[in-house]
């Protein structure tokens, strides 16, 4: 997985504990994205199970599973298993990307890696859903029984939409989808926050011989 895209889930994973039910106009959507934001403002950790299919436009779909684990501000740990493994890790000023079967690290920047600036205020801790974010309760969703809610950054990025368990308001799904129509699909289990995170998860030591990259410097343009 594409670091951006990774920044990306996760910064929307941090705002997916609890969204509305149902929101028959504005007003009580925007009563409910309150909600979100409070709760957003009081989740400085968690850690949960993950099961990814990545679904390429015109290309061949993959699956991969594994563990993440976050901590405001800007801290995660993605722990990609099986055939496919990958780690993924931000000390809050870089994110590093090893893949095992290359022994290669790449290196970049925490800011440079969000396409939308939006996603990244959420990872640092200091977003604004309502600010930032387009939030509307899609026309079509699937029949899985969750809420369904999409969020779009108003400064331009990917159309994230999450689903819901409308009694414990857990997010159990969520879907990515970017402006050449690739699609992600994650879904969650085993969630368990505000639990103490031990900092080693998020220090990035890289393996004896490793090729470390660093990403190209380029402007935010959002």
Known sequence: MRTARV???LATLVLGFVLPLRAANSAQLKVLLDRLQK???QTNSFSAK???QIAPAGGSKRDREGTVYYRKPGLMRWEFGGEDQELIVSDGK???????DLNQVI???LAQAFRSSSFAAFMLGIGNVQRDF?????????????THV????????DLVEMGLDPSTLNLRTLRLTDALGDVTDLTFSDFKSGAPLDDKLFAFIPPAGA??????????SH
């Not at 870089?94 to 095992?100: D, E, G, K, N």
């Not at 990259?213 to 380029?218: C, E, F, G, S």
């Open 107 to 109: 290196e970049t920047p």
């Open 94 to 100: 870089q994110l590093y990307s090893y893949q095992p």
């Open 134 to 146: 387009d939030a509307s309760i899609p026309a079509t969703s699937p029949s899985d029984g969750l």
């Open 211 to 220: 090729d470390i990259l660093k990403a190209p410097q380029t402007q935010n």
């Open 39 to 41: 709760h957003y403002q």
């Open 150 to 157: 999409a969020l779009k950054p108003k400064n331009g990025g």
């Open 7 to 9: 920044a990306a889930l």
């Open 50 to 52: 993950f099961k990814e």
